[in-house]
Nanobody
Framework: QVQLEESGGGLVQAGGSLRLSCAAS????????MGWFRQAPGKEREFVAA????????FYADSVKGRFTISRDNTKNTVYLQMSVLKPEDTAVYYC????????????????WGQGTQVTVSS
């Protein structure tokens, strides 16, 4: 129903900024909860941020609060993750995901996943 494609990953110095984008195709994008997750080598995938569809309420992991901002533009079918004050521990593959149910995003069980984009923060 919805297909996702991430972009914007790359190499950045510690303290720098990067903006990830996730473009969606399909029906009723505005009704989906969108989330960002990440997975570092040898570690479990973890929740980063989420944004609801209609009112755009946002949620963040404690590790990124104050540094990352999730937003969406429903006219462009795109969700963004603005990352600032990046740290080496932010290095991971970042995935966007979508589901109509916030609970499935919160429990890392979204219906649709993107392919991921690599973010590497050097120190």
């Amino acid at each position: 129903q919805v297909q996702l494609e991430e972009s914007g990953g790359g190499l950045v110095q510690a303290g720098g900024s990067l903006r990830l984008s996730c473009a969606a195709s399909g029906r009723s994008f505005s009704s989906y909860v969108m989330g960002w997750f990440r997975q570092a080598p040898g570690k479990e995938r973890e929740f980063v941020a989420a944004i609801t569809g209609s009112i755009s309420n946002t949620f963040y992991a404690d590790s990124v609060k104050g540094r990352f901002t999730i937003s969406r533009d429903n006219t462009k079918n795109t969700v963004y993750l603005q990352m600032s004050v990046l740290k080496p521990e932010d290095t991971a593959v970042y995935y966007c995901a979508a589901d109509r149910d916030l609970a499935l995003i919160a429990t890392m069980r979204p219906t649709v996943w993107g392919q991921g984009t690599q973010v590497t923060v050097s120190s």
